[in-house]
């Protein structure tokens, strides 16, 4: 494994990205959605940076199965909030296809949300993406990523770093 973004780096970029998100929804409703469970690691971080008053719910959304990316988004579970009103910012850990952002973003949106922006950990600029992140963490080459939330098969999540697997 190489080892791509070290502990210090990351937590530095999160702080940045907190500063970043608070000037920019200083004084509207927020509500951070964790898309889960990659998002889990990065969102609890970010949210402590943020010095504004919000809201926190979390979404469980997919499109891997065994490691390989399969293209459909399944969300599998609701909101405790509601959305109605809100602005949103999705949280996740990591921007490859777009598509589990764009399709929050839209669900989100049918739901009554007044905006639906995305704050994600790591972007791989992969060609053919229909939307990008609002704001991105990283860039990162198209590599299989591991740590700090992002995983293999569930595994890895808890290594303070970001790393690349061989």
Same mark, same amino acid.
């Given at each position: 494994?190489?080892?791509?973004?070290?502990?210090?780096?990351?937590?530095?970029?999160i702080k940045e990205m907190g500063r970043e998100l608070s000037s920019f929804y200083a004084g509207r409703q927020l509500t951070v959605i964790v898309l889960m469970n990659?998002?889990?690691?990065?969102?609890?971080?970010?949210?402590?940076?943020?010095?504004?008053?919000?809201?926190?719910?979390?979404?469980?959304?997919?499109?891997?199965?065994?490691?390989?990316? @399969?293209? *459909?988004?399944?969300?599998?579970?609701?909101?405790?909030?509601?959305?109605?009103?809100?602005?949103?910012? &999705?949280?996740?850990?990591?921007?490859?296809?777009?598509?589990?952002?764009?399709?929050?973003?839209?669900?989100?949106?049918?739901?009554?949300?007044?905006?639906? *922006?995305?704050?994600? &950990?790591?972007?791989?600029?992969?060609?053919?993406?229909?939307? @990008?992140?609002?704001?991105?963490?990283?860039?990162?080459?198209?590599?299989?990523?591991?740590?700090?939330?992002?995983?293999? @098969?569930?595994?890895?999540?808890?290594?303070?770093?970001?790393?690349?697997?061989?």
């Amino acid at each position: 494994m190489e080892q791509l973004f070290s502990r210090e780096v990351v937590s530095m970029r999160i702080k940045e990205m907190g500063r970043e998100l608070s000037s920019f929804y200083a004084g509207r409703q927020l509500t951070v959605i964790v898309l889960m469970n990659g998002g889990a690691f990065f969102a609890c971080d970010l949210v402590r940076e943020m010095n504004i008053p919000l809201w926190f719910d979390s979404l469980r959304a997919s499109s891997y199965i065994h490691d390989r990316r @399969e293209g *459909k988004v399944t969300l599998t579970e609701t909101l405790k909030l509601p959305v109605t009103g809100r602005h949103i910012l &999705l949280a996740d850990d990591v921007f490859d296809s777009g598509e589990t952002v764009r399709t929050c973003r839209q669900y989100l949106l049918e739901a009554g949300a007044v905006s639906v *922006k995305s704050a994600v &950990l790591v972007n791989k600029k992969l060609p053919g993406r229909t939307c @990008e992140p609002d704001w991105a963490g990283f860039e990162a080459p198209d590599r299989y990523l591991v740590g700090f939330g992002l995983d293999s @098969e569930e595994f890895h999540r808890n290594l303070p770093f970001i790393g690349a697997m061989n």
